[in-house]
């Protein structure tokens, strides 16, 4: 009876530690908190240029991943893109802003 009680905590052990470990993050992919924040982030930048009126934000898109945003799609003017990068570099929580936005 000692040995099946031992031999039962031992696997609920490893089964915890296997769940752990398989929500850590490493180098190329984000625990569950980080992608959490990232979400968080990514939702923030949107919402910030979706107020800009100047901006045609529904064609720029958002991509956040360990607080580096990425922004990609059209504009019309460099100007235009000059702005959502300022705009997202305000955002808290943003670490750097990489800007693939291309110029129509």
Known sequence: MKLLKSITALAV???LAVVVT????T???EGTGGYIDDTVI???V?????KDDNLKSREINVETFKGRV???GFVSTRAEAGRAVIITRGVKGVRSV???ISIK
């Open 70 to 72: 990425q922004l990609s």
């Open 13 to 15: 052990t490893a089964m």
């Open 27 to 29: 180098a190329k992919t």
């Open 42 to 44: 990514t939702t923030k």
């Open 98 to 100: 990489e800007n693939d």
């Open 22 to 25: 398989a929500c850590a993050p």
């Open 46 to 50: 949107k919402a910030e240029l979706l």
